[in-house]
């Protein structure tokens, strides 16, 4: 059965670490990641799904941040791990925006949906405690380039939280495409199929990729995607959601397309 994470209308736009903004002379700025100014565009935008980053601090609170350190996007440094709360509270990106709470972000827009990669060990736990306060366990779905983190976060988590594919997921996913006879190597746990096109130059997605994952009942999400014709060419060959920093183009494909389903927060409910 589907989980609730995914029961829109595909196919899903993400808002990459809340996705592109663009001044006032229509140049994209890139700086504002992950803070709440980019997740509000892109909900303005109609985006019904963001994704996001966590680490938690030295006192378990969950911050929405990719790097392991403060250095490149904030006007301090550090990790992230080895500080407490009120020391990254005290962080601006890009010397201006605070670097948001999981927790805020989630009881800012709580008809909105947040794919959320574990980017340390230290965050699977805190990730629980923040779903359980704001009950989110239909609106998040959990991802992580490590395995081992993400099968922990699984067994903690239960399979009221949705998960997307780890490395080794993909690798199996990847091998039962290439003849039916392998396809029972595929895993069945994840809900969904979130790759790159390729990796380290080899391609990790294809059409027996996409029908391989639909067979066993799983979605397919590409990322990241920026350029508008990669998009359509993926939206042609079945995927089911598109990852992208460029939320305007995505917007103007599906719209094009006849495929945008525009979200408003203000009348959607929490799942």
């Given at each position: ?12 736009a993400l808002a990459h670490r809340g996705g592109w903004l663009t001044d006032d002379q229509g140049v994209r700025r ?107 366990w239909d609106r998040v779905c959990v991802g992580s380039f490590n395995q081992n983190r993400l099968e922990r976060a ?118």
């Open positions: 059965m589907t989980h609730a994470y995914l029961s829109s209308p595909v196919p899903v890139t700086e504002l990641e992950n803070t709440a100014v980019a997740f509000q565009h892109a909900v303005d935008l109609g985006y019904a799904y963001l994704e996001t980053d966590v680490h938690a601090t030295s006192d378990g609170v969950l911050m929405a941040f990719h790097d392991r350190t403060l250095d490149r996007t904030t006007d301090r440094a550090g990790a992230i791990a080895a500080l407490p709360h009120r020391e990254v509270a005290r962080a601006r990106v890009a010397g201006k925006e605070p670097v948001p709470l999981l927790e805020d972000l989630l009881g800012a827009w709580p008809g909105t949906r947040f794919n959320i990669d574990l980017k340390a060990d230290g965050a699977v736990v805190p990730l629980l405690e923040v779903i359980r306060r704001t009950n989110a699984r067994r903690l988590y239960g399979p009221r939280v949705a998960t997307s594919c780890g490395p080794a997921d993909v690798a199996r996913l990847r091998l039962a495409s290439l003849s039916p006879v392998l396809r029972p190597f595929a895993s069945r746990t994840p809900d969904c199929a979130q790759i790159p096109l390729s990796h380290a130059g080899f391609p990790v997605l294809s059409r027996d990729v996409i029908r391989t994952a639909h067979r066993i009942g799983m979605q397919v999400h590409v990322w990241t995607v920026n350029d508008t014709g990669v998009m359509e060419r993926l939206l042609d060959a079945g995927v089911d959601g598109i990852i992208t920093d460029n939320t305007a183009g995505l917007r103007e494909v599906l719209v094009r397309r006849g495929r945008w389903n525009p979200h408003d927060p203000r009348t959607a409910q929490n799942g």
